[in-house]
Structures are given as structure tokens and as C-alpha cells.
DNA sequence: AGTCAACGGGAAATCGATTGAATCCTCTTT
DNA sequence: AAAGAGGATTCAATCGATTTCCCGTTGACT
């Protein structure tokens, strides 16, 4: 055999392989990847063996292709997870506490984003499945996508959790925030500073996130025996692409201070809703939070950086990503019986009051 | 043979393979791969034949196994994109440009997220090379990552770009905005709304943004005769995690307050340190923009969403991942002699001054 | 009639692992 | 001494495609 000049002709180091580790020690493809992997038939193997094995796979560097070996195991060690919006900051967030998690494990995540298009949705959800992902983790913010990801999901005893939104649903999972609690925390915060004239920013009605929130504020207000003004309850219209609710939160509350309703404090369905309402006071030249307090809902990142810093009710994002990331972890781990016990829960985090600049006592002396 | 009767018991349907198809259509497999994937050689099979097989798939619902597949030809229509931080709007906002891209192409992205930390950018550059990755896209924000990247990579001969950052790579290419300019156009608005006392928040020394930023800011000053207060030039110390530069930029603006020394505008290193500055303001009782204009860089979505909205530079993050994306693919399409022509280039992609309500004509009257 | 190229298509090797069944030892047990 | 019981490894099939050769027809041309 004539032995090639070593020249940069030479393309491919071709790939190290199990068999190439296998020649090196001297035992068989199937004993070294037994050892490698720790098979269950791994314990009749001589010790000696075993670090024999290992050290030379070691030395040698050698990976495993992830393409055979998923091909032969019909396992990834991948999870998907499918954000609807990467650059919604909500999203993201809980994006982050996922991959914490997973990132302790040896699972992979495979992110995927939708773009905020149902269609995109089902597109990527096919898509992972067709990756042979071992669990799916669904992020959603408002958009309101075809539930048909749970037959397709289902049917492929996928474990499946879906952060943001309280899926009715025997089969999946679900992580989502308390908001009626967060509501009625929201109210009681701007009672009990003397407010009692308020504005609501509600969300579209589509939502059952928003239906929620409100009926946290109608228990507190009925608690504390308040009426609220019919006049200053309006609701988003419900649109697909994010930003928009700026604008739209923007124009309501321009109605709102045109009607000539008074108003002390303004609570927002969501933050970037109470971004559009400051918007709006301050064209008006109205002082947040002197002239009028303002609540948001959500606490993404940016709440804490305004100024004045956002009042709003913080959803723990971080942790509802760890949360569902553990859930699914859980469910890998367990047989199939016991997996049975875990679908279809729905698990709601507690929704926390954040006190920042943008609240305030009401002033006794009120323009009138 | 005893056929088994149909029982819930039968798990898997047995996925459909091209084996089905071909047998259904009564050609060879290869046959069947090579019309289904439009190979070369599929020029000599009869039309007839192709329309036969394709419509035999089609009405079947033949999917081909993507691991079988990607092990046998070494290809998998991947594209690996690793962002530094995903939380950071910045990167998400390249990584939606990168991603509309790869939408329209037969590539699909594997996102990975490093989470600001160095180690995990290493760990994830492996991870994509495992998975036989055909380019590689890095969304760098300013964390200071080991550029053994390069090494790593280019081994590979695997087309790479980074976004944002320029590395001195003869390999690699990258996409930045052009910082001077962008610096300059700052500069030379702040000065024709009057403003002559500037306060500046400079970046880390560690990064050559800020180095080419202050660069642009510093040929204004000279073409208009400008001269700086030493005393209101500071940088920010270099930190790895990212809402610090807030914290740090208060801190700076509060120095410059006390300090006694007038200013009348502040030009922050980039929007999130604008955010800092703006909170010191305010902590301190002055307007913006009626005390004090200013100017942040970089045009990160929630600053048009703030109250007042803030002036800035803006970066086309969109556009710089659209770039980076087609670079790729480009380099991906063409033969290994073209390809060399791409390495190694930088792109400049424009700065644009966006004026909002942050900046605003210096006033005549000023208090002492 | 014989040669040759183009056309249409198929057989079998291959990619790099995993895995169920089989084999070969070495002791024990009866 | 034969049978059995494990322990330690290995054989060979398999996962589902792609790809490299190769084979048989035609038809044109010499």
C-alpha cells in the first residue's frame, strides 16, 4: 500500500469514528459504544475495559456523529422550543429561563420563532417534529395561533408545554402567571394611594389573559365597594403584530383625556400598553406620575430602566421558563405510565406587585 | 403469516419511507431519491417517470428523514447562528433580519444562545460544528469573546459572519454600522440645536465601537471649532453583563451633576446607557429635553416607545442580519475558488440620526 | 453489421452509529 | 463429568436515505 504524501490536496481528515476507537483499543464497535454511552449492558464490562475505552476515545478526541447515532436511536437529546415572538421581550425572557434549565441537562434546545405568523407556527411545529425533537416548549405572548398544534403534538405522545397561555387541553401543559390576582393587586395598589378615578387600557377581548386580569379588578372594586366609570373601560382591538398596541393603548388614551372624564391613575393591560397611555399624557402635558399614575403589567426589562420606572405587576418569566423546562425534563424521565399524570396540568405562577416611579399618592388639591 | 390483528398495542405506525414510496411507484429507490431531490442526474429520467414519482410522494405524504439523510450526504440545510444574548434587543433584532432571510432559502437557522457568557460561546461554536452546520452567523453585542472562533472555524472552510462586530479576520467576515459617522451625525445634531456644553458617556475602552464613535464625535468637534470639557468625558467600565451599562451611566451623569460643571446635552455611549443618563436626570429634577438634551445610539426598539421619545443613531439591525444571512448564502452557492473572494470582507452598513423628543434647541435662557 | 453515445434506470455500497441475539469463556453446581 | 449460570464481548442487522457504479435499450452513424 502506497501511503498518500501528506498535501493540502488532502480534503477530509475523514471523520474520527467508533470504529477507528474500536481498532485503537482493540474491542468491537458494539463494546465501545456500550462503554461510551453507558448502556444499560454496560455493567458486564470489565472495568479495565471501560477505562481502557474511555481513555483512548479520550485521547483520540473522538465525537459521536449526531446524525447516525439519532438515525439508529430515534433519540435527539433535543428539545424544541418555539417562541411566537423573538423580539418581544416577554418571550424572551422566559426563552431564558428555559435554557437554564436545559442547559443543565443534556438536552438541546432548538429554537425556533415564528415571527408572530400562525402559520409560521405550524409550519416550525412540523418542522421539529420532523427533527425528532423529545419535547416541545411552546412560548406564547397574545398572538392567538391554531390549537392544532395539540393533535399534532399529542399524537406523537410529544411532552408539551405551552408558557403564556392557559391551554384547555387534556394533553398539554401549561405555565402562566396568576392574572387575576395580578389585577386585583394592581387595583388594590392604586386604591389604597387614594386614587378612584381610574382608567382601564384593557386587552383585546380575544384574550383570556386580559378577561382575567379584569376580573381581578372587578373583585377588588366590589370589595371595596367602588365604582368604576363605564366611560373610561375600553378595550384593545385585537391585532396580530405587537408594537401596535403602543399605538393603539397611544389612541385610546387620547380618547379618554378628550371625553373630559377625570382621571387620576390609568391601569394598562400590559407594559408596552402603558407605555402608549405615558405617551399620550405626556403630549398632553400632563406629569406621570403628578398628574396621573400609571400601572403596567408584565415587568419586562425595559420598566425598570424608564423614567419614572414602571409600576407593574411582574410576571415571574424567568421561572415560568425554568418551570416548564423541568416539566418537560420530568416527563422524559419518567415511564410512560407516570407520564400520564403529568399531562394537562396547568400550573400558575404567583403574579407580584412592583412599586416604581410611575405611582403615586393622589394629590389633594386636584385641578379640576 | 399470521397477520396481527390491529390493536391499540402497535405503536408506531412504521414511518414512511422512501423505501414505501418506491416500491408504491415500482421504480428503485435511487431512482425515486434522485427525481424527489432534482440530483443531477435526475436530466436523464422521463418526464413521465419524475411526474409519476412525484405525484406517488406527494398523495402518500412522504417525508424524508432528515438524520438519514444529512448522515448519507453530509449535508443538513443548517445554518448555525449563535447570539451572544438573546435578551438583548440588539441581537434580537439582527436575529430577526437573519431570520427573514433564511426564511426565503432552504436553510433553516439553529439558534443558540450564549448568554453573555464566553464559555458557552466556545461550547455552542462546537455544538454547531457537530451538528455539520454549513455557516455560521454570530450576533455579537459587545461582550469579549475569544475569537479561537476563528480558528475553529475556518478550519472548517465554513462560510462565518459576524454581525456586529468587526474582527480583523482574514477569514471571517463581518457587518457593522458605521460607528464614526454615526458618532459625527450625533455630534453635529446636538450643535446645530445650539447645544455647546456636552456631557459624554463613553463606552468601555475595551471596545472599538466606542473608540470609533468617539472618533467621529472628536472630528465635528474640530471642523466647528468646538472645544470639549475633559471633565465631562468619561467611559464606562467594561462589564460582561449587560444592564449594568445602566447602572453605570446613572452613576457617571450623577458624577457630572455634582461636579458642577454646565452641560446643556449628553451624548451616551448607547441607548441603554441614554436610559441611565436620563434617570439621573430626572432623579435630579431636570427635563428632558428642556434642561438637558439626549442622545442615545443604536435605536433599540423601546426607544421610540418612551416618553419622550429618544433621539438616537440607529443602527439597521434588520438589514445587517438580512446582510449577514445573504453573505452566507451567497458564499454557499457559489465554488470554492468564488467563495475565497467573499472572506475576510467588512461591511459598513449607514448610521441614522433619528431626532425624537430627547433633544430639543438649547434654551436661551439658562439658569446659572 | 458493428460501434458508440445517449438515455433510463437499478443494485449495492455507504454514511456512522446502536442493539438484539449469539458466542465464547470460566466457574459452580449436582 | 455434564449441565448450568453468568460474565465479557462480538456479530450482524438495522436506521433511511444518498451515491457510485453498472447494465440494458435505442438510434444514429460509419
Redesign the interface.
Known sequence: MMVKPMTKLRPRPRRLTLNDVAKASGFSPSTVSIVLNDAPLSQNVAATTKLKIREIAEHLGY?P????R??RSRK?QTIGVLVID??D?YC??I??GI??RL?QSSY?P????A?NEPLQVERYVD?ML???VEGLVTVANWLLFDVSLLENISDHRLPTVVVGRDLESPTINSVIVDNEAGGYAAMEHLYELGHRDIAFVCGPRQLIDGRLRWKGIRTFAQKAKLRLNRALIQSLPYVSYA?SS?DASHKLTNEYLESGEPFTALLAFDD?CA??A??A???AGLRVPDDCSVVGFDDI??SS????GLTTIRQPMLEMGEYAADCILKSLNSSDDERDGFFGQSKIMPAELLVRGSTAKRRTIQTP
Not at 65 to 68: H, S
Not at 110 to 113: A, C, E, S, V, Y
Not at 305 to 308: A, K, R, V
Open positions: 465525537r456523529d449526531v446524525f447516525a439519532s438515525l435527539t423573538l423580539t421581550p424572551t425572557l426563552l431564558q435554557e437554564r442547559m438541546l432548538i429554537i425556533m420563532d415571527h418542522m420532523e427533527r425528532r408594537a403602543f408596552i407605555y402608549g405615558i405617551r399624557l405626556f403630549e426589562p425595559t430602566l424608564i423614567s419614572p
